[in-house]
């Protein structure tokens, strides 16, 4: 199966800063990889997919990037509603497999 | 408005079955996979498979092949999450999900809280 190693595993971070999510593949994915926040008690919510395209609603501060085995998630200018916790997914082949998350904290 | 609703939290004690649900409604259910992923108290989230509701083909991650089961009834838009014999390990927060090919899981229910005790 495909290792997806995400870092940082938590953060801290103040309103307005720029906060960067990185994913590994252990082999390459093309672009076939998603985000996904989760805040406490909620079921995920697709951010990014295929790598850089944004979800329908989803603000423009998100963004990804990457292809092959690198792959970054950025928020722009972080807004009080962005503290949650971020995964990546990669669904290239079976098993689809998850990063371990990244909890994003108020700093 | 597309939605998919899970069944209610259960408890369950050890060795026993348990069927948990995933109603689709807003779409056309054969149209697209249902994934089921699984998380832990204050862990990750797991992927556990793939159903495809058309042909009820699926695809299980190695780490839940043989211990559960995925099954659609195409009459009433349902997909199901079985065990035959559950274990504390199980106890989790299940989520359904539909798989956008190209898009990945843009809809998701809102969970189902399972309680195994000892």
């Known amino acids: 199966a495909i290792q997806m190693t995400q870092s940082p595993s938590s953060l801290s971070a103040s309103v307005g800063d720029r906060v960067t999510i990185t994913c590994r593949a252990s082999?390459?994915?093309?672009?076939?990889l998603g985000w996904y926040q989760q805040k406490p008690g909620k079921a995920p919510k697709l951010l990014i997919y295929?790598?850089?395209s944004l979800q329908s609603g989803v603000p423009s501060r998100f963004s990804g990037s990457g292809s092959g085995t690198d792959f970054t998630l950025t928020i722009s200018s972080l807004q009080p509603e962005d503290f949650a916790t971020y995964y990546c997914l990669q669904d290239y082949n079976f098993p689809w497999t998850f990063g371990q998350g990244t909890k994003v904290e108020i700093k | 408005e597309v939605q998919l609703v899970q069944s209610g939290a259960e408890v369950k004690k050890s060795g026993e079955s348990l069927r948990i649900s995933c109603k689709g409604s807003g779409y056309s259910f054969t149209s697209y996979w249902i994934c089921w992923v699984r998380q832990m108290p204050g862990k990750g989230l797991e992927w556990m498979g793939r159903i495809d509701p058309s042909d009820s083909s699926t695809k299980y991650s190695p780490s839940f092949q043989g211990h559960v089961t995925m099954s659609v009834d195409k009459s009433t838009s349902t997909a199901y999450l079985q065990w035959s014999s559950l274990k504390a390990s199980d106890t989790a927060m299940y989520y359904c999900?539909?798989?956008?090919?190209?898009?990945?899981?843009?809809?998701w229910g809102q969970g189902t809280l399972v309680t195994v005790s000892s």
């Open positions: 295929a790598t850089s």
């Open positions: 999900a539909r798989h956008e090919h190209d898009v990945g899981e843009g809809y």
């Open positions: 082999q390459g994915i093309r672009n076939d």
